[in-house]
């Protein structure tokens, strides 16, 4: 299983074009597997993404939710007491952005790679990426 941040859901939705190579065959090798862990953090950025019209897919958010979910292989998976201790103490190589560091534990405590497109995260220590 594999990791997306939310670019890459976001982009794999909508603009694949911006997927790398490596990233979308990640992501098509995991949809034929055990698929894609969907962090719910995710959804709340998508919302607010949204509410900012940075993002403009054209439908509903809850409609757009339910196209993205149903894309892929998704399992969602929220955040537990070993992801948010875990994002809280990730070191300082991770930006300070509260869902990167929640999508960074997410990763590392499902031992799953993280297909981002963001440098503080491809170039951290701590968690393996994809991209």
């Not at 939310?6 to 982009?11: E, G, H, K, N």
């Not at 790398?20 to 698929?35: E, H, L, M, P």
Request: net charge neutral; with cysteine; charged share 20%.
């Amino acid at each position: 299983m594999i990791v997306l941040d939310t670019c890459a859901i976001i982009w794999d939705a909508l603009e694949p074009k911006k997927l790398s190579r490596v990233a979308k065959t990640a992501i098509k090798s995991a949809n034929q597997n055990d698929g894609i862990w969907f962090c719910e953090i995710s959804l709340w950025e998508i919302a607010m993404l949204m509410s900012k019209k940075r993002l403009v897919p054209g439908t509903s958010y809850a409609q757009f939710i339910q196209l993205v979910l149903n894309s892929n292989q998704y399992h969602l998976v929220g955040l537990n007491t070993e992801i948010a201790e875990l994002s809280a103490n990730l070191p300082s190589q991770i930006n300070a952005d509260p869902a990167d560091r929640i999508i960074a534990a997410t990763a590392i405590i499902k031992k799953s790679p993280l297909v981002t497109a963001d440098k503080n995260l491809k170039f951290a220590d701590a968690v393996t990426t994809i991209w």
